[in-house]
């Protein structure tokens, strides 16, 4: 999401501009901590909380209790199984469980429990796959997916419930801001839930049940203070491919919940 490619002859011109600053934002950045830059989800404990996320974009799920253990249940394999450190899971300081670039697969039920295997918080989670994600512009005329009605045993409404419209990704000047939305079915007398999450690896294949995005073009003012109080993150160097026109970049801390200003 947040990968570009960029001719040499303008790389080396921007690293040149700015390679004065990398230092002053190198050291500052060593007093700034990194978890501004991932979703991080939180529950009132001792409660169950159920969310609807979009893959591939990093999350940490708060527990906050010293020495707590995690467990995670499958939707998709009907097991339960306790979660160590991995390459798809890590255990932060207070038991907060990051997930680094979360597939489809790991949704199911995260279980916090103290060391009497007590619950602290749990989180049911909907990893919904960001490669079927269907894109609208919304001064385009183009329209989000309408509600559709399913048999599934009985009638479910499939239907996408939105985040809030999020910042304006540039000011002064015409920008352009995004809202997300997320499956979710509802029977006619029961509460909904997010589409996977309701059909516990049950094997049904709709065009209907994907996550949404929708654009919309925005000029806001420029507010001084937010403008110039932004966090700051270590840059790395690296060598020119002397062999090709063009270089890969992949900003770090691009994520979909949220705008990139600039």
């Known amino acids: 999401m947040g990968d570009v490619t960029?001719?040499?002859?303008?790389?080396?011109?921007?690293l040149y501009s700015y390679s004065a600053m990398l230092a002053t934002l190198w050291l500052a950045s060593l007093f700034f901590p990194m978890l501004w830059a991932q979703k991080v989800i939180n529950c009132p404990y001792k409660n169950v909380c159920q969310f609807a996320l979009l893959s591939?974009?990093?999350v940490i799920l708060e527990c906050n209790h010293h020495k707590a253990l995690w467990y995670f249940y499958s939707?998709?394999?009907?097991?339960?199984?306790?979660?160590?450190?991995?390459s798809s899971v890590k255990i932060l300081p207070g038991s907060n469980l990051q997930l680094p670039n979360p597939q489809p697969s790991q949704t199911g039920l995260y279980r916090c429990l103290d060391g009497h295997m007590a619950r602290v918080v749990e989180y049911e989670i909907d990893f919904q796959d960001i490669a079927k994600l269907h894109i609208t512009h919304k001064d385009l005329g183009q329209k989000p997916m309408g509600n559709?009605?399913?048999n599934l045993g009985g009638e479910v409404l499939v239907f996408t419930r939105w985040d809030p419209w999020q910042e304006c990704n540039r000011c002064e000047k015409p920008g352009e801001r995004k809202r997300l939305g997320y499956c979710y079915m509802e029977e006619?007398?029961?509460k909904p839930m997010p589409c996977w999450l309701y059909l516990r690896g049950e094997k049904v294949t709709h065009d209907r049940l994907r996550p949404e995005l929708q654009l919309q073009a925005c000029q806001v003012p420029c507010i001084i203070a937010t403008e110039i109080n932004q966090p700051y993150f270590v840059f790395d160097t690296h060598q020119l491919d002397k062999n090709t026109n063009h270089v890969w970049l992949s900003c770090p801390l691009a994520s979909i919940y949220r705008s990139l200003h600039y």
């Open 148 to 150: 559709k009605t399913m």
């Open 56 to 58: 591939g974009n990093d």
């Open 75 to 86: 939707s998709l394999e009907d097991k339960m199984s306790l979660l160590n450190f991995t």
């Open 188 to 190: 006619p007398l029961g």
């Open 6 to 14: 960029v001719p040499k002859k303008v790389l080396k011109f921007l």
